[in-house]
């Protein structure tokens, strides 16, 4: 969702008339090195536990939520204090929405019959068979309306089912870098 949403804010600056590229370059974008530490942190777990490494793995599969929380915490914060741009503020909402049903359930649940749409085998049993460490279905997940409900049948790359976060995710990247080209900026 987000590559889409990159490539249509990319063709909409073709028919912004005062636009100055050169935004994208010096936008200055506060507490950058939150949203990196998060991404880190995102990127780190996913290798680790995707791996073995012993007692390294061990603890990062034991402690994955906690991570996982703190990363989308993180890229909160990191969008949140760029709130003159109203796009990154909506970026840092759907970043926010996305942690809270993993605050509660553990993982992010997903919807069994969006889920079964994607028809990707390889993934519907790893979260079927509870292997992921950030996914889940569940009978009576706490704050369903957040999580990953709605299938999305994709024109880059396979399907997926998305929350209302991603969603807002997405939106807010497009408006964001829309208005940072404009002539006058973010």
Request: charged letters at 15%; hydrophobic letters at 55%; proline letters at 2%.
């Amino acid at each position: 969702m987000i590559l889409e949403a990159l490539i249509l804010a990319l063709i909409s600056m073709i028919f912004i008339r005062e636009k100055d590229l050169n935004n994208l370059i010096n936008f200055k974008f506060k507490r950058f090195y939150l949203a990196f530490i998060g991404i880190f942190i995102m990127v780190f777990i996913n290798f680790i536990t995707g791996r073995d490494f012993g007692s390294l793995t061990d603890f990062f599969v034991r402690n994955f939520t906690l991570f996982h929380i703190l990363s989308l915490l993180l890229i909160s914060i990191s969008f949140f204090s760029n709130y003159g741009n109203k796009g990154l503020l909506i970026c840092g909402l759907g970043t926010f929405l996305n942690a809270l049903p993993v605050m509660a359930n553990g993982k992010m649940p997903v919807s069994p019959s969006a889920l079964m749409k994607i028809e990707n085998e390889r993934i519907i049993k790893i979260i079927y068979m509870g292997a992921s460490l950030s996914h889940g279905v569940f009978d009576k997940a706490k704050l369903y309306f957040l999580s990953d409900f709605i299938y999305l049948k994709r024109f880059i790359g396979p399907s997926k089912v998305i929350s209302l976060g991603d969603i807002l995710i997405a939106l807010g990247l497009y408006i964001a870098l829309i208005i940072i080209v404009r002539k006058r900026g973010a």
